[in-house]
């Protein structure tokens, strides 16, 4: 009997061997993914809907904008050409020399949590409220080629010879006072594992160097406590702007939206300046197509905006965004 149907099964795959190849090598070519990616308009966020704590309601929104990236498999490459408003991008374009994606990827992640941090920083200092830092942490966020380090992006630093690291001038005052073409023993958290790296300490232009690039997060004690939602799938800083004003808003009285669909980009620092970002097309075509009122661009993003606005007819406002302050005193009096 085993042998009969072995028999009628290995007849079936003979028959019809050229389907199943065909199968397979449809699989692989449809799930391959190669060197390329496509960039595509995004859509919008409410800021304010993932806002929890004791916050003031608001008639309008603050939104964040974003950019679709789509891994290059050949379904979204064919239609990145075919699309006006897709482009394919090299994978080496988007990553550092020398790096994987993945680091590229772990790279905007910590940039993403550094701008929520700045974030609070600037909204809870604009709006008088009490904020104060809990614990500070020192991430690796860059590696350049002159660097001779077992350290990688993401890695987080929490000792130094031994030294407890709560800061970033404890991290330099360490590098300075050690010696040219010496390794510094650190002690590190990486993937939730405490191990062991070196790094050496080089001389660059009279200056002592790792060669190692660093961002501070900050985890802070808030009065009133608003907390922000993250979702694992977002990186990036570019949504820090938006992000101060709108946990701002939800500290203060007064509602600064004035029932408006705001939506924006740009970086935030810790003093409150506003920095650039990639990908102010996609962004603003999202904010259009999701009929916001106004949408806020970075100094050195402001003029393509406004070009792209004029080239596509955009029925929405532009405002100009040099720091938080700027920005806050516009929307406060308009």
């Keep these: 009997m085993d042998n009969k149907l072995y028999k009628k099964i290995g007849k079936y795959i003979k028959e019809n061997l050229s389907f199943f190849l065909f199968v397979i090598v449809l699989f692989f070519i449809l799930n391959a993914r190669l060197p390329w990616s496509v960039y595509t308009p995004g859509g919008l966020i409410n800021i304010d809907s993932r806002l ?8 309008g929104s603050f939104n964040l904008t974003y950019v679709t990236f789509i891994e290059g498999k050949i379904p979204s490459l064919i239609l990145g050409a075919i699309m006006p408003e897709w482009d394919i991008v090299k994978n080496e374009d988007i990553t550092y020399d020398n790096e994987t994606l993945e680091d590229s990827i772990r790279r905007e992640r910590l940039q993403l949590y550094q701008s929520v941090s700045n974030a609070y920083f600037v909204a809870y200092t604009h709006a008088n409220k009490n904020i104060t830092i809990r614990q500070a942490h020192q991430y690796v966020v860059d590696i350049y080629d002159m660097a001779d380090t077992t350290l990688k992006v993401g890695d987080e ?65 808030k009065q ?53 970002i990639g990908g102010v097309k996609y962004k603003l075509s999202g904010a259009v197509k999701k009929k916001s009122d106004i949408f806020i661009a970075p100094d050195e993003n402001y003029e393509e905006a406004v070009k792209l606005k004029e080239k596509y007819h955009y029925d929405i406002e532009i405002v100009k965004a040099t720091t938080f302050n700027d ?7 308009n």
């Design 157 to 221: 630093i929490i000792k130094i010879n031994d030294q407890d690291i709560t800061s970033f001038d404890s991290i330099a005052n360490i590098i300075a006072s050690s010696k040219v073409d010496t390794y510094i023993n650190l002690t590190i958290l990486r993937d939730g594992k405490e191990q062991e790296a070196t790094a050496k300490i080089s001389n660059y232009n009279g200056e002592k160097k790792m060669f190692i690039g660093l961002v501070a997060i900050n985890e802070y004690e």
């Design 327 to 333: 920005v806050l005193l516009y929307l406060e009096n």
């Design 52 to 59: 929890t704590g004791d916050k003031y309601d608001v008639e």
């Design 224 to 276: 009133p406590d608003i907390n922000y939602t993250l979702k694992q799938s977002e990186s990036g800083a570019s949504g820090g702007l938006m992000l101060s004003l709108a946990i701002y808003n939800a500290l203060t009285e007064k509602d600064i939206t004035n029932g408006r669909k705001i939506s924006g980009t740009g970086t935030i620092s810790i003093d409150g300046k506003v920095g650039p």
